[in-house]
């Protein structure tokens, strides 16, 4: 059975975390940035910044960090070996720093299935917002392999 596109407004609990310098400082270490302006706060400040720039795709990390991320899935019977990350996209809106404390609200809203249903697509669109104020706009996509013989398989 495919995924019902009944579930285009499903939204997931918001989360809010604090962005931690620490974190920040190991992102960029791990990732190989080397402008100092994203492990110095004195050289952050001397480009302009009030405190450590959050890196762009870092948003991502934060995103992890919704108690009810896999929710969704579970609530649809997804089998967590059966999917795949499809894509992911960021737009963004203001800059975002250590100290932070970021909101993030995530909303299905797309489904969709291609070859004959043996791939399904969930696009997920999280809004990352700091006092009320847009700072990001995540695009997620998860592909779910099996389509109508996962259903089948998960019921036997």
Not at 76 to 81: E, I, S, T
Not at 130 to 143: C, F
């Amino acid at each position: 059975m495919p995924i019902d596109r009944a579930v285009i407004g499903t939204r997931t609990p918001e989360h809010t975390v604090e962005v931690e310098r620490g974190r920040l400082r190991f992102f960029a270490l791990a990732t190989g940035q080397d402008d100092p302006g994203y492990v110095d706060p004195a050289a952050a400040g001397a480009a302009g910044h009030r405190d450590l720039p959050v890196p762009p795709t870092f948003f991502f990390c934060l995103e992890m960090e919704n108690p009810h991320r896999g929710d969704l899935l579970a609530d649809l019977g997804v089998d967590p070996r059966t999917i795949l990350h499809g894509g992911q996209s960021f737009e963004y809106h203001a800059m975002a720093y250590a100290g932070d404390r970021l909101t993030f609200s995530t909303e299905v809203t797309d489904v969709y299935a291609k070859k004959g249903g043996a791939l399904e697509f969930v696009v997920r669109t999280t809004r990352v917002v700091r006092d009320g104020l847009p700072v990001a706009t995540l695009k997620g996509t998860i592909v779910v392999r099996g389509g109508a013989d996962r259903k089948t398989e998960a019921a036997a």
